[in-house]
């Protein structure tokens, strides 16, 4: 369970020891490879003064700060596609 109670969010301990609270933006699973994957930010901004969005694996049963990495050319395609369809339905 993340540490932040708000379910929108969770906190993860990056390679330095920081604790890094993140808002989820998305969650979703892909039957082509068989991972869930989220989408997430720091709430940080680049310097276009947009959101810095994060991707990454996870395992529904674990610890959501244990986070995994977008391992193929070919899966980030799939989750860009996803991000293009969800986006179009917030608006």
Do not use: H, Q
Request: proline letters at 3%; hydrophobic letters at 25%; aromatic letters at 12%.
């Amino acid at each position: 369970m993340p540490k932040n109670k708000n379910k929108n969010y969770f906190t993860y301990i990056d390679n330095e020891g920081n604790e890094i609270e993140c808002r989820i933006l998305y969650t979703f699973d892909l039957e082509e490879t068989k991972k869930n994957y989220i989408v997430y930010t720091d709430e940080t901004l680049d310097e276009n003064g947009k959101y810095r969005t994060y991707a990454s694996t996870y395992d529904p049963d674990k610890e959501l700060s244990d986070l995994g990495p977008i391992e193929t050319e070919k899966e980030w395609k799939l989750i860009e596609g996803i991000l293009s369809n969800l986006t179009k339905e917030d608006k």
